[in-house]
């Protein structure tokens, strides 16, 4: 039984084991949550993926209920179990998470690969330091939010943009409008080296970087989403932020194949990769007018 290697996959394949084990047999949640004396929200959020099972013996009673008894196969839903209760890397910085980024984060680090529309600001993981930090400092006040808010998901950013430019880089396909790209954050100064980031990134073999242009009549979403392609056995994912800033995951069939057209859709309007350069070039020429 193959597992993903990370904590927050390992818990969302366990959840879905546990959840067709249940199906198969044809039986509630309520009616297992009952005779095994959980609650209901207990057992949905298990399956889900949301939260692990502390007690080993709460996992061995669940498997008994299933008639799972072939050794082999306990054995290694134990230690998916097990691998599952480890702390990721990102813990430290749960505190000043919002809700549904935790998870996202964890199925972020797994993935096999990350395909990304951003339509109003520069993806994160191709910014800088100094346009983060900007971008968080701009929404302070609005957002009351604390310097230490701000430096936690500063590091943090930097520390999920090397999973994209460290070890064992994953492909990253991003497109991002041409407002993205114009929008001034921070200063001019910011902005510039934030496009040199950009064509830094963007010339690596596993990066590649598509601009929406403003004239362009083609198919473009007014939403932000990010489809990760998951390593089997997980799904496919999709991930978009709400409006009150709480992040939304989803493996559902319907939703990922949603926003796959449309990514599609947005690759087919955007110019071609080989145009990004000059895209970056014309943005820098007016910020570098700004400046002088």
Request: glycine share 6%; charged share 30%.
């Amino acid at each position: 039984m193959a597992a993903p290697k990370g904590p927050t996959s390992r818990r969302k394949h366990l959840g879905n084991v546990l959840e067709k084990m249940r199906t198969d047999r044809a039986e509630s949640r309520e009616d297992v949550a009952t005779a095994l004396g959980f609650s209901p929200e207990k057992l949905w959020r298990l399956e889900k993926g949301r939260t692990g099972l502390p007690n080993t013996g709460d996992l061995k009673a669940l498997l008994e209920h299933y008639e799972v008894f072939d050794e082999e196969t306990v054995d290694e839903l134990l230690k998916i179990h097990r691998e599952s209760l480890t702390q990721g890397w990102w813990v430290p910085y749960n505190p000043h998470l919002q809700k549904g980024m935790r998870d996202y984060v964890g199925l972020e680090t797994d993935a096999a690969s990350i395909s990304a529309w951003q339509p109003t600001l520069v993806f994160g993981l191709l910014q800088t330091t100094s346009y983060t930090r900007a971008l968080l400092e701009s929404a302070k006040a609005v957002d009351e939010k604390t310097t230490e808010f701000i430096d936690s998901n500063v590091e943090l950013r930097m520390s999920r943009k090397k999973l994209v430019t460290e070890d064992e880089p994953r492909p990253l396909w991003v497109i991002m409008a041409e407002d993205a790209i114009r929008s001034t954050i921070g200063s001019p100064a910011i902005m510039i080296e934030q496009y040199e980031e950009i064509q830094r990134l963007a010339s690596l073999d596993h990066i590649t970087v598509q601009i929406l242009p403003g004239s362009s009549t083609g198919y473009r979403a007014s939403q932000n989403f990010a489809l990760l392609e998951q390593h089997d056995p997980l799904p496919k994912m999709v991930q978009a932020d709400h409006v009150n800033g709480q992040c939304w995951v989803t493996d559902k069939k319907p939703e990922v194949g949603q926003f796959s057209r449309r990514f599609e859709a947005l690759r087919a309007a955007a110019l071609a990769p080989h145009e990004t350069p000059r895209i970056l070039m014309n943005a820098q020429k007016f910020q570098e007018e700004r400046k002088s």
